[in-house]
């Protein structure tokens, strides 16, 4: 199965393309510039170079939050286009989890953090076993001292990564079960997204519903238009 | 203008934009291309004016609007970028989050409108007044705020 996947939640902008599990082709760029820019050049670049046509592509995936609003929207938009046009399924994984995959061969627990701003971190802790990754708290978004305080009940090593990881770090000062991460392990990266796609399509039972009218972004807050049709406005 | 805290009393638009293009040169002097700078004044007080000064020497050649139906305007020129803010329709961290302000990064940001968004002033930022006086004259004050 061809797999297109991307990841603009945070300042990284990430493209793999995979036959499955093998990883074909991947790109990742951080240099401040913005993924309006960067991500479709980088997205049609890799495919030249795998020698693929779009309409080879099997199952396209981002992820699809939480993280920067902008970068969200950016990424589930370019992938419900590429899905709507080239008519293939499409599929959105959480960004904590895509992030989590990124320590799929490290035993231990995983704690993707991504800056919220405010001193707010996006997280979920995952458990990597074996080479499965079990989720063990929804994505939220969570200050760093309470997530570092959290991290303290938990024995064996802590994986850290994302765009928070430097402030979880910081807070998570003293706690020897935090280990260092190599900077590659740091950031998104598309092969992780396509992995963390791949395993949750072949998982679902219904797989009719993977369409890009399907796919919606995750904010784990809802914009101001959303509340105001809701009749929520404050 | 070498340093802040500054005030000064303008008697025309004109003399307001020069108080912003002094601040965008005094910005530029000291390498703060990602200042943000919180305004506050009545309407009509001159801030779109004072913003159209400060662009013309950080971001040249750009047209300068009121953001008041866009909520943010981007500038571009001389390889920087400003971003012009009206927090006046703001209401909630959430609105704020739903128009990508959290997303401006290496820019200058001047946001109109900030008695709205206290909660998101960041640690260190340029606190612009801008008082109406009698007729055309404007009482225009600049100091550098720590919101630690």
Sequence with gaps: ?234 | MTSLPITVVTASVIETENVGRELGQYLLNNGMTDAFIAMYGDLGAGKTAFVRGLCDVITPGAHVCSPTYTIVNEYYGGGRTLCHCDMYRIESDDDLYSIGFYDYENCVIAAEWCEKIPFALPEKYIKLTIKKLDGDNREITAEEVENI
């Design chain 1, 1 to 234: 199965m061809m797999i297109l996947a991307l990841d603009s939640t945070e300042n990284t902008a990430a493209v793999a393309i995979t036959d499955g599990k093998t990883l074909l082709g991947s790109t990742v760029i951080n240099a401040g510039k913005s993924h309006s820019e960067l991500l479709l050049p980088a997205i049609e670049s890799l495919m030249k170079a795998s020698g693929l046509n779009y309409s080879d592509i099997d199952l396209f995936a981002c992820s699809s939050g939480p993280g920067s609003f902008t970068g969200v929207r950016i990424g589930v938009s370019t992938i419900k286009g590429l899905a709507f046009g080239y008519n293939k399924p499409c599929i959105g994984v959480s960004a904590t989890e895509a992030l989590a995959y990124n320590f799929i061969d490290f035993d231990g627990i995983i704690c993707p953090a991504m800056d919220a701003r405010r001193s707010q971190l996006y997280n979920a802790i995952f458990l990597s076993d074996n080479g499965s990754i079990t989720r063990l708290t929804p994505d939220r978004t969570i200050p760093a001292s309470e997530l570092a305080e959290e991290l303290t009940s938990y024995d064996g090593p802590i994986y850290i990564n994302g765009g928070g990881e430097h402030i979880i770090r910081k807070a998570a000062e003293g706690n020897e079960n935090v280990m260092p991460t190599n900077e590659i392990l740091k950031r998104q990266n598309g092969y992780s997204v396509a992995l963390c796609a791949l395993i949750n399509y072949e998982n679902a039972e219904n797989k009719d519903g993977f369409t890009d009218l399907a796919l919606q972004p995750i904010y784990l807050r809802p914009s101001q238009a959303e509340r105001m049709r809701n009749g929520e406005k404050e």
